[in-house]
T-cell receptor, first 111, second 112 residues
């Protein structure tokens, strides 16, 4: 079955700097790769997703890149702000199948 | 107001007792999921259902059971066979399997 590895587990960056979180997946049939943000005490919410027919997707300060050959995808957050502090989860899913999540990255934005 | 609702938000049970967590959605989604969240462990899949009257085990199904008799409902029972049941449980649903998942607010279960 699918296995998703996520790194790092904790990341601290200065406000205004960029943050990068990386994930790898094992199932070559996976074609859907969402990223979720979970603020303290709240439910995870989708922030961006990408399908395997594209290599990059951007939405304001966040972007996701996908390398199908290497089976890895990354989340990039630019010009980080205090409200970006949260736990971020990557996930992978093959067509019509379950969604498997990574273990999460706790992002701290330092003043 | 559409969405996915879990109840209760907090639940306390004595060791050895079965307990059922509720999950209801009015989004007309076919797929529903149960995840368990522990510190440092991410979201681990317990069970998922792609359609009414059908469900499959996830990675950590032992000690849990589910039913999917209605499209809107996917209750999770934590049985006495689950060795470490204290955790935060999240229910989710998606239009079709393998698409954007929407999460409920979670149920924090404490077994004493």
């Amino acid at each position: 079955g699918e296995n998703v590895e996520q790194h790092p587990s904790t990341l601290s960056v200065q406000e205004g700097d960029s943050a990068v979180i990386k994930c790898t997946y094992s199932d070559s049939a996976s074609n859907y790769f969402p990223w979720y943000k979970q603020e303290l005490g709240k439910r995870p919410q989708l922030i961006i997703d990408i399908r395997s027919n594209v290599g990059e997707k951007k939405d304001q300060r966040i972007a996701v890149t996908l390398n199908k050959t290497a089976k890895h995808f990354s989340l990039h957050i630019t010009e980080t702000q205090p409200e970006d502090s949260a736990v971020y989860f990557c996930a992978a899913s093959s067509p019509g199948d379950k969604i498997i999540f990574g273990k999460g990255t706790r992002l701290h934005i330092l003043p | 107001d559409g969405g996915i609702t879990q109840s209760p938000k907090y639940l306390f049970r004595k060791e050895g007792q079965n307990v059922t967590l509720s999950c209801e959605q009015n989004l007309n989604h076919d797929a529903m999921y149960w995840y368990r969240q522990d510190p440092g462990q991410g979201l681990r899949l317990i069970y998922y259902s792609q359609i009414v009257n059908d469900f499959q085990k996830g990675d950590i199904a032992e000690g849990y059971s589910v039913s999917r008799e209605k499209k809107e409902s996917f209750p999770l029972t934590v049985t006495s066979a689950q060795k470490n049941p204290t955790a935060f449980y999240l229910c989710a649903s998606s239009t079709i399997p393998g698409s954007e998942a929407f999460f409920g607010q979670g149920t924090r279960l404490t077994v004493v």
